[in-house]
């Protein structure tokens, strides 16, 4: 697999996705919402994938969609190119997805992380959504999951003003789960991402499927659905061998079926 605008490789059953439009802060033009998206789902019909890793680099993750490429777009033209389906393509994988952000993380950009399951930031992280500067607004799920990341009050305020928040800020706030050092995050990630990538693929894809549940349903409907995940994972042999492994004291070897 080889891309335009991003970098990707695999660690055993981690893969990486790296934006690469340094130059343009990795402002997120069409084509690489099309590498991103593409990436992502072939990497998802990999079986001997179990957790993706989106990043960037130090000085920005990204710093949103790409400004100059819209600048003249016409409203016929962004109905018409619609985009935004690109990104539904990626908030449609299954298996996990976890956003590193080390510095600028904007508009879209701050949007791609939050299609991510969670967010590990760099302390030199600063998110925001900022186009209401631009006399925009965001438009690719930002004023919806900011909304339910970190609730009305704070994402009102980062959206009404375009204000950065920082990477402090934002894990008090929910918005990441964790915080590290910049020459730390890739390895914390990793780490994170390799611990899920051992656990059983159909396992972590119902449990994924579980929590992005509780944004959709009502609680009774949502703690429904939950029971029925969790009596189906009961027709897996990894179930077997997880409880199995656990009764003899020895380390589960899951088989992802
Ligand atoms: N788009 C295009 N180019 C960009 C972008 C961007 N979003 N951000 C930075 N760049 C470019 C700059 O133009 C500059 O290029 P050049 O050297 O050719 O002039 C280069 O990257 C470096 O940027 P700066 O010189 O500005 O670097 P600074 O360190 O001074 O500032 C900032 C860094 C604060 C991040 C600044 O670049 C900035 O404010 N960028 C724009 C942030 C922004 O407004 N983002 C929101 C964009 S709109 C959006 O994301 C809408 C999402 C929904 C769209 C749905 C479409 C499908």
């Known amino acids: 697999m080889s891309y335009e605008t991003i970098l990707v490789e695999r660690r055993?059953?981690?893969?990486?996705?790296?934006?690469?439009?340094?130059?343009?802060?990795?402002?997120?033009?069409?084509?690489?919402?099309?590498?991103?998206?593409?990436?992502?789902?072939?990497?998802?019909?990999?079986?001997?994938?179990?957790?993706?890793?989106?990043?960037?680099?130090?000085?920005?993750?990204?710093?949103?969609?790409?400004?100059?490429?819209?600048?003249?777009?016409?409203?016929?033209?962004?109905?018409?190119?619609?985009?935004?389906?690109?990104?539904?393509?990626?908030?449609?994988?299954?298996?996990?997805?976890?956003a590193?952000?080390?510095?600028?993380?904007?508009?879209?950009?701050?949007?791609?992380?939050?299609?991510?399951?969670?967010?590990?930031?760099?302390?030199?992280?600063?998110?925001?959504?900022?186009?209401?500067?631009?006399?925009?607004?965001?438009?690719?799920?930002?004023?919806?999951?900011?909304t339910r990341a970190v609730g009305k009050a704070k994402a009102m305020d980062m959206i009404l003003t375009g204000r950065m928040m920082d990477a402090a800020e934002a894990e008090r706030a929910g918005l990441v789960s964790r915080v590290v050092a910049p020459e730390k995050l890739l390895d914390e990630v990793f780490d994170a991402a390799k611990t899920i990538a051992a656990m059983s693929l159909p396992s972590t894809r119902m449990n994924k499927e579980a929590v992005n549940a509780a944004f959709e349903t009502g609680l009774a409907q949502g703690v429904r659905f939950e029971r029925r995940l969790f009596q189906a994972t009961f027709a897996m042999r990894d179930q077997k061998e997880g409880m199995a492994a656990f009764v003899e004291k020895r380390p589960p070897s899951f088989s992802h079926d």
């Open 12 to 98: 055993d059953r981690v893969a990486l996705i790296t934006l690469n439009r340094p130059k343009q802060l990795n402002a997120l033009n069409v084509q690489m919402a099309r590498d991103i998206t593409d990436a992502a789902q072939k990497f998802d019909a990999d079986e001997t994938i179990g957790c993706i890793v989106v990043t960037g680099a130090a000085k920005a993750f990204a710093a949103g969609a790409d400004i100059k490429e819209m600048t003249d777009l016409s409203y016929m033209d962004a109905h018409r190119l619609d985009w935004f389906h690109l990104w539904d393509r990626l908030a449609d994988v299954r298996k996990p997805m976890i």
């Open 100 to 146: 590193a952000v080390s510095g600028y993380a904007l508009g879209g950009g701050c949007e791609l992380a939050m299609i991510c399951d969670f967010i590990i930031a760099a302390d030199t992280a600063k998110f925001g959504q900022p186009e209401v500067k631009l006399g925009v607004m965001p438009g690719i799920g930002g004023s919806q999951r900011l």
